[in-house]
């Protein structure tokens, strides 16, 4: 995720651009970028770092004129770094783009350029439009966009500009977000609302697949294929506030709700087109040795992270059959580990920041160990220290309650299960492609999952005076319900606790009185019966409960209160859509509550201290 704006007006360009990225840093703020057209020469300053890194910068070397684009990097291809930051520009500098997405074939693209003696600056995707658009350029820059699009894969939002037609800006969409802010003898684009606001509060919100060419006097929409369409004006009524959080009440919501985008992301260009298989690329430096050799996986990490750790090891030890322990970083590093030679250390780590989980890493390492780190956050100290990182491309995450990060994470530990058990010859091709498959359509499966919201609103609403609660499941049911319980105690401050459902009755069950609500999942279906049985334990003792089974699952509705239904998923996939349901019932009951959802009492979002 990357903030992207455009300008092209009277006014002065440096401030309408660097004022839009300040409202959009949200969405990523590695480096910072800015070109504009400036007496028929096109001028870029980029920094590494945040936003006030590159205004320092523009002090140095102030640019001017009356076009210009900047971008704020949340890095996916490469490292942070000042070649790295957008705009990027071809070999003869007349053309200036900007780019929030992945361009899964930009490696082939790459070849054919450089074989055509194009010269590479950077180590992103990104670039090779840049000198594509050099190669194609016939004087006509929409039709030669219109030729870009049909030569690039991936997700993108695009802006480019060009020296040669000084009254234009291009903007093009696929899978990244872009609006059309209209003006008066100006124009503005832009990744998100915000970025706009101050100026205009008309804008066209391009649709997947639409491009739009922009002057100064006057903006027209196409198809990527170049045909015409009519687009019709969004009056925005929101407040500057509320549009950063793109119209939700909270952070947490937005993050929730772009899962099914973020997941996207996280696959791509991972898995091969006829699902054959996991590939990683040049993404991770092992030998074909290497990933025989591996005889046991230790992974690390804390909270949430630790919870998606846990369904890894389920997946992992499945289809690869490694066995895999998950611990907890602040625990591990105090109690000298047992490693052998060939133990893969993988930390996990949203932020790559925190403390525990790099001094685990940090240990290893001193170890000798090999360390795989999956986080967001490409330069991160994990990332950096790590001897080898598969990141999850889910974007920022702001709010302190962590979401969007975690169903990322099991993306990249359901690729890594896949790539070891194909690696390791333990899988046989219908079965690879039967996974592959189930993972290419989890994106649609957790948007169809948001459907269940308003249920969730609703049964919070009516329970959010309760003081306890219990999440019950089989298998990797059970580790879900240790992130429902997390989320809930975590903003709602409900007490909750998760148990292994055959394990109630040696213990908790005493704490089952009427009206305790008792979520129970049952996604898994060996496990069905059995954790059926435990429900009638909960439901004989006058529990509520509320069921999350899939959809077709007529049954469950006869032993429990209410049911959230999923859409069906293989079960070992399950836990991405399962958990969606726990995010939302954590969500509408702290709201319900009164509480700030995404700044919760006592916590932080990055938990630098031991
Ligand atoms: O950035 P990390 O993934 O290393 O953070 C680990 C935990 O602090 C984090 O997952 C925490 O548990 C979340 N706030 C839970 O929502």
Redesign the pocket.
């Known amino acids: 995720m990357c903030g992207i704006v455009g300008y092209i007006g009277p006014r002065n360009v440096k401030d309408v651009v660097i004022g839009g990225l300040a409202k959009l840093e949200y969405r990523g703020y590695d480096s910072a970028g800015i070109a504009t057209l400036d007496n028929d020469k096109v001028s870029v300053v980029k920094s590494v770092g945040r936003l006030s890194n590159l205004e320092e910068k523009l002090e140095r070397t102030p640019v001017g004129g009356h076009l210009g684009i900047g971008h704020t990097r949340w890095a996916t291809h490469g490292r942070p770094s000042d070649e790295n930051a957008h705009p990027h520009q071809d070999c003869s500098g007349r053309f200036a783009i900007i780019h929030n997405g992945i361009i899964e074939n930009y490696l082939s693209l790459r070849e054919e350029l450089l074989a055509k003696g194009h010269q590479f600056k950077s180590e992103t995707d990104t670039e090779v439009v840049a000198h594509l658009i050099e190669e194609l350029y016939n004087g006509d820059l929409f039709a030669t966009m219109v030729a870009v699009g049909k030569r690039i894969k991936g997700a993108y939002a695009l802006v480019v500009m060009t020296k040669d037609e000084p009254d234009t800006i291009i903007a093009m969409r696929k899978a990244s977000p872009l609006i059309i802010g209209l003006g008066d003898g100006e124009n503005f684009i832009a990744s998100d609302i915000p970025a706009v606001l101050e100026y205009t509060r008309r804008v066209y919100v391009l649709a997947d697949g639409e491009m739009a060419v922009i002057h100064r006097n006057s903006v027209e929409c196409f198809t990527l294929a170049g045909e015409a369409v009519s687009k019709d004006v969004l009056e925005v009524t929101w407040d500057a506030v509320a549009a950063e959080r793109g119209g939700y009440d909270h952070f947490m919501l937005k993050e929730i709700h772009e899962q099914p985008k973020a997941i996207r992301d996280t696959l791509t260009g991972r898995i091969a087109p006829d699902y054959s298989r996991v590939v990683f690329g040049e993404e991770l430096s092992w030998t074909p040795e290497f990933v025989r050799s591996v005889d046991r996986i230790h992974i690390v ?5 630790w919870h998606a750790g846990l369904v890894g090891k389920a997946v992992i030890e499945q289809l690869a059959r490694i066995p895999v322990d998950v611990e907890i970083a602040s625990e591990y590093r105090y109690r000298n580990p047992i490693q052998s030679e060939n133990t893969l250390i993988v930390v ?7 403390a525990d ?1 790099l001094a685990a890493l940090r240990d290893a390492k001193a170890r000798g160990r090999k360390v795989l780190a999956i986080t967001n956050v490409v330069g991160s100290s994990a990332a950096r220290e790590a001897d080898d990182v598969l990141i999850t491309r889910a974007g920022p995450e702001i709010a ?3 979401t969007k ?1 975690y169903t990322t994470q099991l993306v990249v530990l359901y690729l890594l299960a896949v790539y070891f058990a194909q690696e390791r010859g333990l899988l046989d091709d219908t079965l690879i492609r039967e996974l592959l498959t189930g993972m290419a359509a989890l994106p649609q499966a957790a948007d169809q999952v948001l459907d269940t919201a308003p249920q969730l609103e609703q049964f919070a609403k009516d329970w959010s005076k309760v003081e306890d609660t219990f999440f019950i499941g089989r298998g990797v049911d059970y580790y879900l319900s240790l992130e429902g319980a ?2 809930l105690k ?1 903003i709602s401050y409900i007490h909750a606790e998760a148990y292994a459902a055959g394990e109630l009755k040696h213990g908790t069950l005493a704490l089952i009185t009427e009206g305790v609500p008792v979520i129970a999942l049952v996604t898994q279906t060996d496990l069905y019966e059995k954790t059926l049985s435990n429900i009638k334990e909960v439901k004989a003792r006058d529990a509520f409960v509320l069921g999350v089974t899939f959809v077709g699952d007529e049954a469950l509705a006869k032993s429990v209160d209410q049911v959230i239904y999923l859409p069906k998923t293989m079960p070992l996939l399950s836990p991405i859509v399962t958990v969606i349901p726990l995010q939302l019932l954590a969500y509408y009951a702290a709201v319900a509550r009164g509480n700030d959802v995404d700044k919760p009492r006592n ?1 932080a ?3 630098t201290v031991e």
Not at 348 to 354: L, M
């Open positions: 990490a804390c909270g949430t992270s996990i780590s949203q932020s790559g920041e925190t989980t302190v309650a962590s990060a997390l989320k975590e916590l979002k990055s938990v």
